[in-house]
């Protein structure tokens, strides 16, 4: 069974950092992408960034680059996501995914606050 368990969400203040990591196990493929995305509040799921497994390039959405940026370590099976200069419109519920020719698989998500 695929599994993604994202973690390192909680409440910061606006210009803080946080570190986000989605953990996966269960997939045995070398060939996905990891893709981050949130929710805010009342709203639809927004694209944040991606990385790819066989170059580890990460792609950052226009909102947020220059901010965030994906990385991987594979040793441990893990993505992250590092969030940097946040801004009270970055609070939202951020989701990990891992996408394949084998289908998509989700996190169940982890909570972001900015508000001082």
């Known amino acids: 069974e695929v599994q993604l368990v994202e973690s390192g969400g909680s409440l910061v203040q606006p210009g803080g950092s946080l570190r986000l990591s989605c953990a996966t196990s269960?997939?045995?493929?070398?060939?996905?992408?990891i893709t981050w995305v949130r929710q805010a509040p009342g709203k639809g799921l927004e694209w944040v960034s991606s990385?790819?497994?066989?170059?580890?390039?990460?792609y950052d959405a226009d909102s947020v680059k220059g901010r965030f940026t994906s990385s991987t370590d594979k040793s441990k099976n893990t993505v992250y996501l590092q969030m940097n200069s946040l801004k009270a419109e970055d609070t939202a519920v951020y989701f990990c995914?891992?996408?394949?020719?084998?289908?998509?698989?989700w996190g169940q998500g982890t909570q972001v606050t900015v508000s001082s």
């Open positions: 990385i790819e497994s066989y170059n580890e390039n990460p």
């Open positions: 995914s891992l996408w394949s020719e084998y289908g998509a698989y």
């Open positions: 269960g997939f045995t493929s070398d060939d996905y992408t």
